[in-house]
């Protein structure tokens, strides 16, 4: 069965502490992977799209990267507002030519 | 630019009536998307649209649950009729060039029934 899974759930870091959240996935066959940013009381905002393992995009102080089997999202020298939900997602091969499928999310709390 | 609009913002309503929620997707973009958030299943996709047209309605979870798209501009995502399990918010999303490019998504209708 294909899967995402999103780990920790939650992380607390205080400001300028680097670290990394995983997403990892089981799926026939990945299409894309996607990262999201959700902050509450709004939808996810796109934050980077990755193709193939080996495969990197930054953006500030965000970093994302792909193996075959996972994902990471890098965050340098985090500030108080990096704080958010961070959502993986993988569209997949399928019958279904639409397959997307959210991971649960890592909630990221930075503290000043 | 104007980003995904959905409305209305909240929802509450009684188990058994009929909700309405409505999309208008981002000038120019023929890739719409419905989504479902609870905290026990996460997001969901219930249904894709390209060029108005459904594509794929597997995440619809019931016969309950309608969508529409009569023109580019416009979407609704119908429950008739209601119930408590429902509860729940629901995205609806935009790009130009389907499910396997980024996505612009809407701030959601957090929808209650009581």
């Known amino acids: 069965e294909d899967q995402v899974t999103q780990s920790p759930e939650a992380l607390r870091l205080q400001e300028g502490e680097s670290s990394s959240l995983n997403c990892s996935y089981t799926v026939s066959g990945l299409r894309g992977l996607f990262w999201y940013r959700q902050d509450p009381g709004k939808g996810p905002e796109f934050l980077f799209t990755?193709?193939?393992a080996g495969e990197e995009k930054e953006k500030e102080r965000l970093k994302a990267t792909l193996t075959k089997k996972e994902s990471f999202l890098h965050i340098t020298a985090p500030k108080p507002e990096d704080s958010a939900t961070y959502l993986c997602?993988?569209?997949?091969?399928?019958?279904?030519?639409?397959?997307?499928?959210f991971g649960s999310g890592t909630r990221l709390s930075i503290r000043p | 630019d104007a980003g995904v609009i959905q409305s209305p913002r909240h929802e509450v309503t009684e188990m058994g009536q009929e909700v309405t929620l409505r999309c208008k997707p981002i000038s120019g973009h023929n890739s719409l998307f419905w989504y479902r958030q609870t905290m026990m299943r996460g997001l969901e996709l219930l249904i894709y649209f390209n060029n108005n047209v459904p594509i794929d309605d597997s995440g619809m979870p019931e016969d309950r649950f309608s969508a529409k798209m009569p023109n580019a501009s416009f979407s609704t995502l119908k429950i008739q009729p209601s119930e408590p399990r429902d509860s729940a918010v629901y995205f609806c999303a935009s790009n130009d060039r389907g499910p396997d490019q980024p996505q612009h998504f809407g701030d959601g209708t957090r929808l209650s029934i009581l």
């Open positions: 997602a993988v569209q997949a091969d399928g019958s279904s030519a639409s397959k997307i499928i």
């Open positions: 990755l193709y193939s």
